[in-house]
């Protein structure tokens, strides 16, 4: 449990609420746009599985641009 106390959370906290807005907001956008480059399952994995770094590569990446 020591360890536990140890961990700077007022560091780390924010770090995680922006992944999770990132997350949400990403899987909410892959949800609504009708064409991504790459299959849309693919890009729903990688942002789960990846984290932050897989929703900023979906924005980056694998939106289909107009």
Not at 7 to 26: E, F, Y
Not at 38 to 64: D, E, H, Q, T
């Amino acid at each position: 449990m020591s360890a536990l106390e140890q961990v700077p959370w007022a560091l780390i906290a924010p770090i995680l609420v922006v992944q999770l807005i990132l997350m949400i907001v990403a899987l909410i956008d892959l949800k609504r746009i009708y064409a991504t480059n790459g299959p849309k399952w693919l890009w729903l994995i990688l942002i789960l599985i990846s984290g932050i770094l897989g929703s900023i590569a979906y924005f980056i990446v694998g939106r289909k641009q107009a």
